[in-house]
Nanobody, 122 residues
Framework: QVQLVESGGGLVQAGGSLRLSCAAS????????MGWFRQAPGKEREFVSA????????YYADSVKGRFTISRDNAKNTVYLQMKSLKPEDTAVYYC???????????????WGKGTLVTVSS
């Protein structure tokens, strides 16, 4: 079992920045690929970013590429999502998730946090 707790969400103006954190506990954190997904009201949950165990390989959705940066600190069992140049369309609940492999399909992720709300005002 892996427990995931997100933090760092909030209200920010368009063009601003936020950093999300996801603290993991339970089974060895370094075993897992970590991902960030988001779900806007009335929309399906979508992939945002993922990072492999070593941190050397990262993936981004086209919509956030160049603006978001994912990273992880295995010693702290924490994964981060630095978000810059935020847009109103980035408004969503952001979820941290983990799995044994890289997936963009949220249905294939094994463990989930409860999410943190990011609201970007125009």
């Amino acid at each position: 079992q892996v427990q995931l707790v997100e933090s760092g969400g909030g209200l920010v103006q368009a063009g601003g920045s936020l950093r999300l954190s996801c603290a993991a506990s339970g089974r060895t954190f370094s075993f897992y690929v970590m991902g960030w997904f988001r779900q806007a009201p009335g929309k399906e949950r979508e992939f945002v970013s993922a990072i492999r165990r070593s941190g050397s390989t990262v993936y981004y959705a086209d919509s956030v590429k160049g603006r978001f940066t994912i990273s992880r600190d295995n010693a702290k069992n924490t994964v981060y999502l630095q978000m810059k140049s935020l847009k109103p369309e980035d408004t969503a609940v952001y979820y941290c998730a983990s799995s044994t492999n890289y997936y963009t399909d949220y249905k294939r992720m094994d463990y989930w946090g409860k999410g943190t709300l990011v609201t970007v005002s125009s």
